[in-house]
C-alpha cells in the first residue's frame, strides 16, 4: 500500500506540478506569446522529423498496432497538433507564406503516421476556438465537461440500456466502442474497449466501498481490482494502477468532492480566459485569449481518452506547462493594470501654489 500511495501522491500531484511551473516561467520572464509560439512549432518540427524518420526505418511500421507502433516511434503528439493548430489558426490568418505551408505540411505528415486520435481531435477543437465568440467559452467548457463525463463513464447507461450498448460495438467505430463505459465479460471484450472497462471498474469499485468512499474517494493509494488474471497486451494484470479517463482517476481518489471541484476549477479557467488583456502589455493579447480557450477546450476534450491534465506521460506535462503559461499572462496583465491604477490615483502637485491650496 505505501508504493500505491507514493505512486498516487505522485500522479495527483503532476498537474500542480507542472502548472505551477508554466506559471512561475512566465511570471519570472514574460516571455512574448510570439516567442512561445514560435519556440512550439520549432520543438513540432524536430519531434516530427524524430517521429518520421523513426517510422520509415521501423520494419512492417504500416502494419503494427497502434500500440506497437507508439512503442517503436514514441509518443507526445500533441505537441505537435497544438503547434499544427497555432499555424492554421494564426499564421496563416495574417499572412500565408511557403514556409508556414511547408512546416505544416511536415506536421500533419507526423500525424498522420502516427494515428493518434486525440491529435486530430486538438487540431480541430483548437481552431474552432479561435473563432468562437468568446463569450460563450465558460458555457461551452462546463456543457463539453458534463456531457463527456455522462457519455464516458457508467451513467451512460443511465440514457441507454446496457445489452444496447453491447449490441452496438460490432457498429460504432472502434475508437468509440473503445471509451464506452460498461461491464466486459472476456477477454476479448476487454482488450477491444480496455479504456472503457477500466473507467467502469473504477466507478464500481468506489461505489462498492460505501458511501464515504464515494463522497471523497479511496485515497491516493487507491488502484482498481480487475478481479481476475488478464493479459493486456504483454503484461498480466490483476488490478490497475493507471486510469486512460481523468473522471476515473478523479472520482476513485477524491470522490464526488473532486469531480465537483474539477468542474468549479474549469468554470474558473473558462472565466478568466474570456477576459480581454491589454493589448499594450502584449501584441498578441487577442492570440493568448484564443489559444487559452482552445487549451482549455482541448484539456476536456482529452479526458476519457488520454487523461488530460492527468496524463503520466509528455501530453499531461505539456498541457499543465502551457495552462501554467496562459495564466501567468492573465495575472501579469492583472498586476500591470493595478500599477497603473494605483499610479492615476497617486496626487499630483503641479508647483508651491497647488500646495499651498492643499493646506488650506
Not at 516571455?31 to 518520421?52: C, D, E, H, N, W
Not at 505551408?101 to 500525424?111: F, Q, R, Y
Not at 488583456?277 to 501584441?283: A, T
Amino acid at each position: 500500500m505505501n508504493v500505491d500511495a507514493v505512486k498516487g501522491a505522485y500522479y495527483t500531484s503532476r498537474p500542480v506540478v507542472f502548472i505551477g511551473a508554466g506559471m512561475c516561467l512566465q511570471l519570472r520572464m514574460s516571455i512574448p506569446f510570439k516567442m512561445l509560439r514560435r519556440g512550439l512549432i520549432v520543438a513540432a518540427v524536430i519531434l516530427s522529423f524524430v517521429y518520421i524518420y523513426k517510422y520509415l526505418t521501423t520494419g512492417a511500421a504500416s502494419e503494427a498496432s497502434r500500440y506497437a507502433l507508439r512503442d517503436a516511434i514514441g509518443v507526445g503528439y500533441i505537441t505537435v497538433a497544438i503547434a499544427a493548430a497555432i499555424i492554421v489558426g494564426f499564421v496563416m490568418t495574417v499572412r500565408i507564406r511557403p514556409m508556414e505551408v511547408a512546416v505544416l505540411s511536415i506536421l500533419m505528415a507526423a500525424v498522420v503516421l502516427s494515428g493518434s486520435r486525440s491529435s486530430f481531435i486538438t487540431i480541430g477543437i483548437m481552431i474552432i476556438s479561435y473563432y468562437a465568440p468568446f463569450i460563450l467559452v465558460p458555457f461551452a467548457a462546463v456543457s463539453l465537461a458534463a456531457i463527456l463525463f455522462v457519455l464516458t463513464t457508467p451513467f451512460i447507461q443511465l440514457i441507454v440500456d446496457p445489452d444496447t450498448l453491447r449490441q452496438m460495438f460490432y457498429k460504432l467505430p472502434a475508437a468509440v466502442v473503445e471509451i464506452i463505459s460498461i461491464q466486459r465479460y472476456s477477454e476479448s471484450e476487454v482488450n477491444v474497449g480496455w479504456r472503457g472497462f477500466e473507467t467502469f471498474r473504477a466507478f464500481s469499485h468506489v461505489w462498492d466501498e460505501g458511501a464515504l468512499a464515494a463522497l471523497f474517494g479511496t485515497g491516493w493509494h487507491g488502484v482498481v481490482p480487475i478481479l481476475w488474471r488478464i493479459k493486456l497486451g504483454a503484461e498480466i494484470l490483476t488490478d490497475i494502477p493507471v486510469l486512460h479517463n481523468a473522471w476515473a482517476f478523479i472520482f476513485l481518489r477524491s470522490g464526488c468532492a473532486g469531480l465537483a471541484a474539477i468542474f468549479v476549477q474549469f468554470w474558473l479557467w473558462s472565466s478568466l480566459f474570456r477576459r480581454r488583456l491589454r493589448s499594450d502589455f502584449d501584441s498578441s493579447a487577442h492570440e493568448i485569449r484564443g489559444f487559452a480557450s482552445g487549451l482549455l477546450l482541448v484539456s476536456i476534450v482529452n479526458i476519457p481518452t488520454i487523461a488530460s491534465v492527468y496524463n503520466p506521460g509528455g501530453s499531461g506535462q505539456i498541457i499543465g506547462i502551457l495552462f501554467g503559461c496562459c495564466i501567468g499572462y492573465y495575472v501579469n496583465d492583472r498586476n500591470i493594470t493595478k500599477a497603473l491604477i494605483k499610479k492615476d490615483k497617486t496626487p499630483r502637485y503641479r508647483g508651491r501654489s497647488d500646495m499651498r491650496r492643499t493646506d488650506h
